[in-house]
């Protein structure tokens, strides 16, 4: 099984992250692409995901709302500059704590044989924001979405 790794460097304001998937580098990069796909495996499980926004490419936007029994969760972003199989750069916007905006990096990596590692960084606007993140579950979270996004690699 292929481990998350987050890292919050004290004293920053950033999160990293790596991630290998037993898949080839245009299979992991579509899976971010596509809204279809994008629903299927992003946020943790029992969550139902709506996406009203989705302009993939450079200066698009995004707008998605995650809704379970307890209320819903509504996100927002630009994608800055998405160059296709290697990189995206976003903003990413809570909006229950808005004005709370981070800058997202991700790089996709082929590793070879069929494999890929996605890359990324995270720069929240403070470490109230960052430490807010961290204490909200976002690792349990991004751990399903990717337990999930092996699932959905297999059957594409």
Not at 58 to 78: K, L
Not at 90 to 112: K, S
Request: aromatic share 12%.
């Amino acid at each position: 099984m292929n481990a998350l790794n987050l890292k919050a460097p004290v004293d920053t304001l950033a999160m990293e992250f790596t991630r290998e998937f037993d898949a080839p580098r245009e299979a992991l990069f579509r899976a971010h692409a596509d809204p279809e796909l994008v629903k299927q495996w992003l946020g943790p499980r029992g969550l139902e995901m709506n996406v009203t926004e989705w302009e993939f490419k450079n200066h698009g936007g995004y707008r998605y709302v995650h809704s379970d029994e307890q209320g819903e969760y509504a996100f927002n972003g630009t994608f800055h500059t998405v160059r296709e199989n290697e990189f995206i750069l976003q903003t990413f916007e809570f909006e229950g704590m808005p004005d709370m905006v981070n800058i997202e990096y991700m790089w996709f990596e082929d590793l070879g044989g069929g494999r890929s590692r996605l890359r990324g960084r995270s720069i929240c606007p403070n470490t109230e924001a960052r430490d807010g993140l961290l204490s909200s579950g976002m690792e349990g979270g991004m751990t399903e979405g990717y337990e999930k996004l092996d699932e959905l690699l297999t059957r594409l």
